[in-house]
């Protein structure tokens, strides 16, 4: 389960746009917004700071009491929203949204599989996936667990681990589909044979690409292209109707 909290002191800072925000991370320093309750505030925050209160036991999902430089109260937040360097990898921006602690929220939370190698169809060879690594769930902001662990330690070749089949968490409420989220799954490994076939199949579905036309669609189009000559041929210059002498 969560817990953590860690105190944050930040600034607030007036001078917007890119250029201040490439001198402030020169100066190892992390541009901001602290969205209140009523109204959002741009802010800054020291980038060892910001690493020491995301690196607890509940990591994004900690509960930060955001203390604003020369204001007495801290305001309840969580990491609402980040960006990355896209070449660094260092956090370049955050997003943070005040909460209320008495109230639930909604998150967004890994789920790691335990027990992988110990499952009787890993171990007969059988294949292992994990269509979904996250879940969405609800909780109050101090009760949001960093991840949920699924032992698959048990799954048979051929079985199929959903939602529903995870064991609740006291605290929490799982607002995905239970029985339409995936978990994991065991397949058998293909077979040489079954893929050459499915091989095989998906060529022969690619041989209609680029077929004559049907039999008699030239010789219609040609027909097409003469209707209507007669007709041209009787009307005026100005496209009036054509009018013959007496």
Do not use: C, W
């Amino acid at each position: 389960m969560s817990g953590d909290r860690f105190r944050l002191e930040v600034k607030e800072r007036e001078l917007l746009g890119s250029p201040e925000t490439r001198r402030l991370r020169k100066q190892g320093l992390i541009p901001g917004v602290l969205y209140g309750k009523t109204a959002a505030r741009a802010i800054v925050i020291e980038e060892r700071a910001l690493r020491a209160a995301l690196n607890t036991d509940s990591g994004l999902h900690a509960v930060l009491d955001v203390v604003v430089e020369g204001q007495p109260t801290a305001h309840p937040s969580i990491l609402k929203d980040y960006q990355r360097h896209p070449v660094r990898g260092h956090v370049s921006h955050v997003d943070l949204q005040e909460v209320r602690l008495d109230k639930p929220i909604h998150a967004v939370i890994q789920v790691h599989l335990i027990g992988t190698e110990d499952a009787p169809g890993v171990r007969e060879g059988g294949v292992l996936s994990q269509p979904a690594t996250t879940i969405n769930v609800e909780a109050l902001p101090m009760e949001i667990p960093e991840s949920i662990e699924v032992d698959v330690s048990a799954m048979e070749m051929g079985d199929t681990l959903r939602l529903e089949d995870v064991a609740k968490q006291e605290g929490v409420t799982f607002l995905d589909d239970p029985h339409e989220v995936v978990i994991a799954t065991v397949a058998a490994p293909m077979r040489e044979e079954d893929l050459e076939a499915a091989t095989d199949e998906a060529a022969a579905e690619g041989l209609g690409d680029g077929d004559e036309a049907p039999e008699g669609a030239a010789d219609e189009a040609a027909e097409g292209d003469g209707e209507g000559e007669g007709d041209d041929a009787a009307a005026g210059a100005d496209g009036e109707p054509g009018s013959t002498d007496s």
